[in-house]
C-alpha cells in the first residue's frame, strides 16, 4: 500500500481573483475506494484534473501511482470496441477484457461491434474495465452514473465494490453506499477525508453542524454577557482612574482610603477589564472556526395550480415503435391530481419518449425535440398547465436571467432559488455556455419550480445535481406534494419522495 499526499495545493483560472482551491493538505492510501462529494461548481473535476497535471498550481502532489481519467476520449469511435479499449490497456490479453466485461454483465459481443454504435451504458462499462487492466494505476472515475439506468448503477456498483484504489464522482446516494468505504469531500472551506460510506458521511456531518451549532449558539451568548460585562467594567475603571488623578468634582468625598487605596483600585479594575476582553476575544476566536463547512440548505419553494380535474394525465395501450422495432406496448397508467408517477425501466425502454409526448401534448417548449411516433391514447384535460425539464440541456445560451424571462418565470424569485442552490452570484454574468453540467440542469429546475403550473413533468431532472441539491428538492416534493410525472434512475430520490413508481420493462 502506497499513498497520495497532498500538501499547501493552491489553484485558481487564469484571470480569476477567487481560488478554488487555497492551502489544501491530506493524505490518502492508494487501496482505498473513495467517493467524492461537494456541491455543483466547487471544483471536483478541477481536482481530478489537476491530479492528472492539466493545469500549473501551487503546492505539491505526491504519488507512487499513475491517474487514469474517466471518461477518456475515444480517437477512432467508429472502430471495433475491442480496439478502442485496448488503446489504453495495451498489456491486457484478450481473456482479460472478457473477464472483465462479463463481471459488469455485458455481452461479448458488444467487444466486436464499432464502439460509436454502442449505448452509453455499453460505452461506460467497457471504459471502465478497460482502465481496470492497466497496472500501478489509480482511476479517477468523473460521474460515470449520467448514462446508467438503475440496472446498470448496481451492476457498475457490484463491480467498483470489487475493485480498489480509486476515486468516483457521484450524486447518487445509493451507488455511493455501494462501492467506497472512504468519502473525500470538498466542503465551503477545506476538504476532509472520512471513513465509511455516504450514509455514515451525512450521518456523521449532520452531527458535526449540530454541535458547531450549538457551541455557535452559546458563544454568542457568551459574547453578549462578556460584552455587557466590558461596558459596565470599563465605566467603573475610568471613574476609579478619574479618581486617582483627581478630575472628579469634590472627590475629596469619595476618596475613604487615600492615593494609594485608589491607585490599588484602579489597578485591579483595569486589570479585570483586560482579563473579560481577553476572554470576550477567545470567545470570538473560538467562534470564528465554527459554521465554515455548514452547508446552507434553505427551503424551496414551488408554484404550484390548483385545478378541478381529478385526472390530470391518462395513458391507455400505448405503443411506441421506430420502424420494426418495438419499444413498448400496451402501456397504461393514470396520473391523478396530488400524485407523483415514476417511470422506471432500463435505458431506450421509452420513458423519455412518454415524458416528451405529455409535454407536447401539454403544449411545452420542446426546444426542437421531434415527434414521439406513439399509438394509443395520451390525454390530459383542456387547460391544463404543464412545466417541462427536458433531459437535454444543449440549447442553454445566452443570460440564465433571459432565459428564466422567456420560460415565464418570475426572475426574482429564480434568482432566489439558485442562490439558494448554491449557485454562484458571479455566474449570472455570464453566458450559460460557461455553465457546467450541473449548473445547467439548475437552470432548468429553477425555471420550473417558478413556472405555474399544474402538472410538473421531468426528464432525468437529476442528472450532474450535486447530493445537497438533491436532498433540498427531496424535501420541497415530500411538503408540496405537486403533481408530477418524473422519470429518474436515482433510487434514493424516488423512494423519499414517495413516488408510485410505473414499470416499463
Request: aromatic share 8%.
Amino acid at each position: 500500500m502506497s499513498q497520495i499526499s497532498v500538501n499547501s495545493l493552491t489553484f485558481c483560472y487564469d484571470g480569476s481573483y477567487d481560488n478554488i482551491f487555497e492551502n489544501v493538505s491530506f493524505v490518502i492510501d492508494t487501496d482505498w475506494k473513495l467517493g467524492f462529494v461537494g456541491r455543483n461548481g466547487r471544483g471536483k473535476t478541477t481536482f481530478l484534473k489537476l491530479l492528472m497535471g492539466e493545469y500549473d498550481y501551487r503546492g505539491s502532489i505526491a504519488s507512487s501511482v499513475e491517474f487514469d481519467y474517466f471518461p477518456f476520449d475515444v480517437a477512432e469511435p467508429d472502430a471495433l470496441a475491442m480496439d478502442c479499449v485496448a488503446s489504453v490497456c495495451p498489456d491486457a490479453e484478450e481473456w482479460e477484457m472478457l473477464r472483465e466485461i462479463n463481471r459488469l454483465n455485458v455481452d461479448a459481443g458488444a467487444l466486436y461491434r464499432p464502439f460509436n454504435t454502442l449505448s452509453h451504458g455499453e460505452r461506460t462499462k467497457l471504459m471502465l474495465a478497460g482502465l481496470f487492466l492497466r497496472r500501478n494505476s489509480f482511476l479517477l472515475i468523473d460521474e460515470p452514473t449520467n448514462h446508467l439506468d438503475a440496472e446498470g448503477r448496481a451492476q457498475v456498483a457490484e463491480y467498483l465494490n470489487g475493485k480498489k484504489g480509486f476515486i468516483l464522482v457521484s450524486h447518487d446516494r445509493a451507488f455511493l453506499d455501494g462501492c467506497v468505504d472512504h468519502i473525500l469531500s470538498i466542503n465551503r472551506a477545506d476538504i476532509t477525508v472520512t471513513k465509511g460510506n455516504f450514509s455514515q458521511w451525512w450521518e456523521n456531518k449532520q452531527r458535526q453542524d449540530a454541535y458547531e451549532l450549538g457551541e455557535n449558539e452559546r458563544l454568542m451568548g457568551d459574547i453578549r454577557r462578556l460584552s455587557e460585562a466590558a461596558r459596565r467594567t470599563a465605566a467603573w475603571a475610568d471613574r476609579v482612574e478619574g479618581e486617582k488623578i483627581g478630575d472628579i468634582p469634590n472627590r475629596d468625598k469619595y476618596i475613604k482610603g487615600g492615593r494609594a487605596y485608589i491607585g490599588e483600585q484602579s489597578r485591579k479594575m483595569q486589570q479585570r477589564r483586560k482579563n473579560i476582553e481577553r476572554r470576550q476575544q477567545s470567545a470570538i476566536e473560538e467562534k470564528k472556526a465554527l459554521l465554515r463547512n455548514i452547508e446552507r440548505s434553505e427551503e424551496l419553494k414551488i408554484h404550484t395550480l390548483g385545478t378541478q380535474a381529478q385526472r390530470i394525465i391518462e395513458a391507455r395501450e400505448l405503443c411506441l415503435s421506430y420502424g420494426e422495432r418495438q419499444i413498448f406496448a400496451n402501456l397504461s397508467f393514470e396520473l391523478k391530481s396530488g400524485d407523483i408517477i415514476a417511470l422506471a425501466g432500463r435505458n431506450g425502454c421509452g420513458k423519455s419518449s412518454i415524458i416528451k409526448a405529455a409535454a407536447r401534448l401539454a403544449g411545452c417548449d420542446m426546444h426542437g425535440a421531434a415527434d414521439v411516433p406513439y399509438t394509443g391514447l395520451l390525454k390530459l384535460p383542456s387547460g391544463i398547465t404543464a412545466s417541462y425539464v427536458p433531459q437535454d440541456t444543449s440549447f442553454l445560451r445566452g443570460m440564465a436571467a433571459d432565459y428564466a424571462r422567456r420560460a415565464g418565470a418570475d426572475i426574482s424569485l429564480f434568482l432566489t432559488i439558485l442562490r439558494k442552490m448554491d449557485f454562484p452570484r458571479v455566474q449570472f454574468e455570464k453566458d450559460m455556455q460557461s455553465y457546467s453540467a450541473g449548473q445547467r440542469k439548475k437552470v432548468l429546475l429553477a425555471a420550473s419550480l417558478c413556472q405555474g403550473a399544474h402538472v410538473f413533468i421531468w426528464d432525468e431532472p437529476l442528472n450532474y445535481i450535486d447530493l445537497l441539491s438533491r436532498i433540498q428538492l427531496e424535501e420541497l416534493i415530500k411538503k408540496n406534494r405537486p403533481t408530477m410525472l418524473i422519470a429518474e434512475h436515482d433510487r434514493a430520490f424516488i423512494e423519499n419522495i414517495g413516488a408510485e413508481v410505473v414499470g416499463m420493462g
